[in-house]
Nanobody, 119 residues
Framework: VQLQASGGGLVQPGGSLRLSCAAS????????MRWYREAPGKQRELVAS???????NYEDSVKGRFTISRDNAKRTVYLQMNSLKPEDTAVYYC??????????????WGQGTLVTVSS
């Protein structure tokens, strides 16, 4: 099983980016999918999550600016980031709870994609 994240880059304050993370491999089912970020000198933090049934949660600082969504047919989770601020600069990681058989669920991580917000 692999998670492939993409979409990071350099953007000016106030700009937008859309991150994508696609799961591939021998997957039976995917439950919750999440985006984390790790800024320089800080601990990795949970940014947003979306459950298979649709429940969504956001970290307080991104509420109203970021939108998480998923396409189950494509096994992909997205993070639309608007009104970006310099403090959003970080490496963004996706992760997901994935079953490869009905007796085993594991958490898988993507490789990270760098988002830099700077003028």
């Amino acid at each position: 099983v692999q998670l492939q994240a993409s979409g990071g880059g350099l953007v000016q304050p106030g700009g937008s980016l859309r991150l994508s993370c696609a799961a591939s491999g021998r997957i039976l089912s995917i439950n919750t999918m999440r985006w984390y970020r790790e800024a320089p000198g800080k601990q990795r933090e949970l940014v947003a999550s979306v459950a298979n049934a649709g429940a969504i949660n956001y970290e307080d600082s991104v509420k109203g600016r970021f939108t998480i969504s998923r396409d189950n047919a494509k096994r992909t989770v997205y993070l639309q980031m608007n009104s970006l601020k310099p403090e959003d600069t970080a490496v963004y990681y996706c992760n997901a709870d994935i079953a490869t058989n009905w007796e085993q669920w594991n958490v898988y991580w993507g490789q990270g994609t760098l988002v830099t917000v700077s003028s």
